[in-house]
């Protein structure tokens, strides 16, 4: 009697893993790989939590944080603590970003960083051409190629800053549009320092051009050459 509840109890202990692996492997050209120091499968299966050191990798995107949990029915990644992300939406365009906490849809790949969240985007064949976005929430979508800043977003480049309350950056044409909050324009460059305020800003990174509409304001303090 013994050694059937023994058996009994290994059994059961084993199909949460054989579970885990065909979840996460859920396209067999794009397997999702966790790894941690611990594993706790919860509430019957529905959580599978990761702990110490964890580092979940698909393709060539990465996440590491002290703490993951793999919900089953809807099946996303919650990370906790010291989460870092990385992400390749192109061959040589890095996505990286920290914060506090990490949601990650498996099957939308869209993801929400919460808790300081930093998100930069660099051109590894031009480092210097790196756009950096913060606020208090970020919400990035791999597929669409999109981010999305609420709260203080902010978004530097070169010698210009600029602030608002919502941030849409499109990285697949590179154009910013800020909304919310009177948003602001800050320029600090050898020729002249000044900041711009309007209802909407639209920046076109390429073309180095922006669209500012709805009652705008200027205020320029040229430098002494």
Partial sequence: MNKINSM???????????????V????????????????????????????GNVKLVRKKDVVTSDIMEH???????????NVHLIAYPEED???EAFSDRLTYNIDNRKSILTGNPE??????????DRIKMAGEVIKLSSNEKR??????????????????????????IRKIVLSGGSPRIYQDDEQVKANYSAETVTIFIDEQRVIMEGNVKASIYPKNR
């Fill in 8 to 22: 009994k109890r290994v059994v059961l202990f084993f199909l949460p893993l054989i579970f885990v692996s065909a």
């Fill in 24 to 51: 996460f492997a859920d396209k067999p050209e794009q397997p999702v790989d966790i790894s941690g120091d611990r594993m706790e499968v919860l509430e019957r299966g529905e959580i599978t939590r990761f702990l």
């Fill in 71 to 81: 919900y089953e029915k809807k099946n996303y990644v919650v990370g906790k603590g």
């Fill in 93 to 95: 365009v890095k996505l």
């Fill in 119 to 128: 998100l930069s985007r660099i051109d590894e064949e031009n480092p210097e």
């Fill in 147 to 172: 981010v999305h800043v609420q709260g203080d977003a902010r978004v530097e480049h070169g010698r210009m800053t600029a602030t608002g309350q919502l941030l849409d950056y499109d990285y697949e």
